[in-house]
């Protein structure tokens, strides 16, 4: 069993910064890869980004590609988002995700609660 609990969000204007964390418990976290994802209001939850169980692979919705970034910190169970020139479509909570067999988009097995992040002036 794995719980994940994110943290992180909060309001930013426009073209601002936020760092998403997601501490995960559970002695597997170093073997399964991590996702994120986020679902705005009124529509379905969409893919972010994801990477390997060491780090060295990453993969990105393109909507986000050259404005987020994806890591790991296997040593502190922990997976952050970095989130720069923020535009009001990011507006949405987000979530992390994992499992044995998760990779991109599928067989996430364990989901957060979710943080909000609100993109506004």
């Known amino acids: 069993q794995v719980q994940l609990v994110e943290s992180g969000g909060g309001l930013v204007q426009p073209g601002g910064s936020l760092r998403l964390s997601c501490a995960a418990s559970?002695?597997?976290?170093?073997?399964?890869?991590m996702g994120w994802f986020r679902q705005a209001s009124a529509k379905e939850r969409e893919f972010v980004a994801a990477?390997?169980?060491?780090?060295?692979?990453?993969s990105y919705a393109n909507s986000v590609k050259g404005r987020f970034t994806i890591s790991r910190d296997n040593a502190k169970n922990t997976v952050y988002l970095q989130m720069n020139s923020l535009r009001p479509e990011d507006t949405a909570v987000y979530y992390c995700?994992?499992?044995?067999?998760?990779?991109?988009?599928?067989?996430?097995?364990?989901w957060g609660q979710g943080t909000q992040v609100t993109v506004s002036s």
């Open positions: 559970g002695r597997t976290f170093s073997n399964y890869a």
């Open positions: 995700a994992t499992g044995p067999k998760a990779w991109i988009t599928t067989d996430y097995k364990y």
């Open positions: 990477i390997n169980w060491n780090g060295r692979s990453t």
